[in-house]
């Protein structure tokens, strides 16, 4: 294949931190007739890495090829079109694509006609995408967050000139409905409800890589979910990098809150949502969760550090203070909420001291889990910069502890319900033992009860708590 660039246009930090302040456009996808038959007879696979936000890209993209005429592979080695949905919110994110795509090297070589994709976080990175195009000649199609609704472009593209495709647009981003798309279970959902990010933590990636922060219409949201509902489905979850700052842009009076009750009431039972910044918990969107019979009593709420300098060096926005009143105030509006969270350990200066607070702060919150991650450098974000005095080996004595803490916080999270009925969606058969079936309760627990009965899948059933493990409680079907 001639390995010349069809289309070059690779991102800029630089240009993705100047947001614009053009109209967002609303984009409504159609296939063009010339795709229509694109995939026939042909194979894809799709690896997908990173946040719920990237399983939702990929459900989409799985329906725009399979529209398209292509079919999922048993062997995803050996796909026709092979996508890796990438992350790169970490560096071990990165290392495990930079494997994966090593392995697939070896296959492209016994099937030329292979074509391999890299979308996502990744090429949206200045230095991913030099990498890319440099020492992983193989890999057919570059292309980003923004423009994964030209897929069929891009693999035509490929078919036709026989040439690579790199196109990653930077800047603000649009909204794009309609997308079709391939659900990965037929009872529970992934709704977006808002894209981008505006915080710029002075640590995270996804502002540069995802655009600006821009909603849905409430109108698109709810058609979407008053169609799934019809369909059947049983619980959604909705999500955003920046949750429940939803609306802001739209420039009305409309928010979480006011989206939260007006899903309420399409009959959807189970509603949740991630990740919500703290700033933007307000006391409508508290209130919201609290009459709504649907919003579950779970709530995934990033802290990321408990001493207030990080903090502030983080650009997060509030304080501990701050942060602890508002769990307080869920607390009282929601009588047994589980709250669980995000830390980062080892931010560019950080003191023992201050770790201190993390650790006080896990217990004080009474998190019933966390997400626990080692400061990762990401390139072109501030605490790249900052001085960095803490070896490897303290950062990871700090994780220890940390896990630790979290630890405990899982198990008084589940030994609480042992004794107790609780509502378990279904989700099918246990991975890890035979004759036994697993789903969350309304909390988020894993719950795994004794039973072959494949007809439970996609039903909520009641269960009574006997054990409680740290990442699972185990029970009883109640007639
Ligand atoms: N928007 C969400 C929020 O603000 O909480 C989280 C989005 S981010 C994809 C998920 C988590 O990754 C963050 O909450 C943070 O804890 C972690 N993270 C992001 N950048 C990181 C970095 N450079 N190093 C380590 N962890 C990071
Ligand atoms: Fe990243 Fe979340 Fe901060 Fe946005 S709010 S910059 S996604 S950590």
Redesign the pocket.
């Known amino acids: 294949m001639n390995k010349e660039k069809l289309e070059i246009s690779i991102p800029s930090f630089l240009a993705a931190k100047k947001r614009n302040n053009d109209k967002i456009e609303r984009i409504d996808y159609k296939i063009e007739d010339k795709y229509k038959d694109l995939g026939l007879g042909k194979t894809y696979a799709i690896f997908t890495y990173?946040?719920q936000g990237n399983v939702l890209d990929s459900e989409n993209m799985a329906g725009i090829l399979e529209e398209a005429g292509y079919r999922l592979a048993e062997d995803k080695y050996n796909a026709d079109v092979v996508i890796l949905n990438t992350c790169a919110?970490?560096e071990n994110a990165e290392d495990r694509i930079w494997g994966v795509l090593g392995q697939l090297k070896g296959r492209k070589q016994l099937n030329p006609n292979m074509v391999i994709a890299i979308s996502g976080c990744m090429p949206q990175e200045e230095g991913a995408t030099k990498k890319l195009e440099e020492s992983y000649k193989f890999v057919d199609i570059i292309l980003g967050t923004h423009n994964r609704h030209h897929l069929l472009k891009l693999i035509y593209n490929v078919y036709e000139k026989k040439m690579r495709v790199v196109e990653v647009l930077s800047g603000q981003g649009n909204i794009v409905e309609n997308v079709p798309i391939v659900r990965n279970y037929k009872h529970k959902a992934f709704v977006n409800i808002m894209f981008g990010?505006d915080?710029f933590?002075t640590?995270?990636?996804?502002p540069y890589t995802r655009g600006r922060e821009r909603s849905r219409a409430k109108e698109d949201i709810l058609a979407e979910v008053n169609e799934l509902v019809k369909e059947g489905y049983k619980e959604i979850t909705l999500l955003g990098?920046?949750v429940n700052a939803y609306g802001k842009d739209l420039g009305n009076d409309y928010t979480f809150g006011d989206l939260l009750r007006d899903i309420d009431k399409t009959g959807i039972e189970r509603v949740r949502f991630t990740?919500p910044?703290p700033r933007d918990m307000d006391e409508n969107a508290i209130s919201a969760m609290a009459e709504c019979k649907s919003v579950m009593p779970h709530l995934h709420f990033?802290v990321?550090s408990g001493n207030d300098r990080v903090l502030k060096i983080m650009n997060r926005k509030y304080t501990r203070e701050e942060y602890l009143y508002k769990i307080k105030r869920l607390k009282e509006e929601i009588p047994g909420i589980s709250i669980t969270t995000?830390?980062?350990v080892g931010y560019p200066g950080e003191t023992r001291e201050e770790f201190n607070d993390t650790l006080t702060l896990v217990e004080e919150a009474g998190f019933e889990g966390a997400?626990t991650?080692?400061?990762?450098?990401?390139e072109g974000?501030p605490?790249a910069k900052m001085e960095d005095p803490i070896s490897d080996s303290e950062k990871h004595k700090w994780f220890d502890e940390l896990k630790k803490a979290v630890d405990k916080g899982y198990l008084r999270g589940t030994e609480r319900f042992v004794g107790e009925v609780v509502e378990v969606l279904v989700d099918g058969e246990s991975k890890s033992d035979l004759g036994m079936m697993s789903g969350y309760s309304k909390h988020n627990k894993l719950t795994h009860f004794k039973s072959n009965d494949k007809s439970l899948i996609g039903k909520i059933v009641k269960v009574k708590v006997k054990e409680a493990k740290s990442w699972f409680m185990i029970g009883d079907l109640v007639e």
């Not at 640590?203 to 996804?206: F, S």
């Open positions: 990173g946040c919110i970490r990010c915080e933590c640590y995270c990636i996804v990098q920046n990740s910044h990033p990321q995000d830390i980062i997400f991650f080692i400061y990762s450098k990401r974000t605490a």
